[in-house]
Structures are given as C-alpha cells and as structure tokens.
C-alpha cells in the first residue's frame, strides 16, 4: 500500500512537470471532494517556483462539462510568488473576474454557488502578470452528483 502511494505521488509530480510550460513553475490542482464541486475548488492549488526568481501571477480557470461544453472562464487578482511552495489562498487570489459564462449555467453558479450534475474539466493556468506568459498548467476530471430529497 505503502509502495503505491510513492508510485501516485510521483505520477503525480511526474504530470505536473509535464504541464509546466516555463520549467521553472509546477501547479497542482487539488482534486474536490469525490462527487463535489463547489466554485471555491477551482483555486485550490499548490504552486512550486522552482526557480530563484519572484513572479507576479495571477490564475486563470476554465471549466466544461462533458455534455454541455463551455461553463465558465475566471481569473483572480494578481498574487506574488517566491521562490519555493505556495499553498494559495482566498486572500492571495482577491478579486476574482468572471471573463465569460454558459448563460445555462449563469443563474445556479451564482446563487447555488455549484454547479449541477455532470462530468467536469476543470483547467488552472497560471499566468505570468507582468509578460502575460502561462508558467504552468494543471486539469483534473470530476463528477458532480448533485442529489436532490
């Protein structure tokens, strides 16, 4: 059990240097919980600058769902990264920006503060503030099953 935990992990990190388009910064989305999505899960990432430098970044989110395409595109305030692991937070990422919205979708978001039932795509970017420049990428697929009584 031990053993496949390690092998996970490194899967794992092994993916998300495959997405770091600058090398120089990994992002790892964290997955919701099983069945869950709740529009505060989008940003919970953990960012590792591997490099020396300190960027300005700011973090782009793009959700679909399998059936119904295109749901929804943010991004948050622009946040300081330094050099090492960074746990982002609400507080780093304030205000966040709705760029674009499935109207279909636009209503239950807003007021549910989820989104219905379905297979999700869920894309983090994060993006260099001052050049514009993605510095890495994380996706994860989840469903949501939203029970009703």
Request: net charge neutral; charged share 20%.
């Amino acid at each position: 059990m031990l053993k496949l935990k390690y092998i996970l992990l490194f899967l794992l990190f092994s993916t998300a240097f495959s997405f770091s388009q600058s090398g120089k910064v990994i992002i790892i989305l964290k997955q919701p919980p099983p069945l869950a999505f709740k529009l505060e899960n989008m940003w919970k990432v953990t960012l590792n600058n591997l490099s020396q430098q300190t960027y300005r970044v700011q973090l782009r989110g793009v959700a679909t769902e399998v059936n119904e395409g295109f749901i929804a595109d943010a991004v948050t305030g622009v946040f300081t990264l330094p050099p090492g692991v960074k746990s982002v937070t609400a507080g780093d990422i304030k205000p966040i920006k709705v760029n674009e919205t499935n109207p279909k979708y636009e209503d239950v978001v807003k007021n549910v503060g989820t989104v219905p039932s379905g297979n999700y795509d869920i894309c983090v970017y994060a993006i260099d503030a001052e050049t514009g420049m993605e510095l890495a990428s994380d996706c994860i697929s989840t469903e949501v099953l939203n029970l009703s009584q």
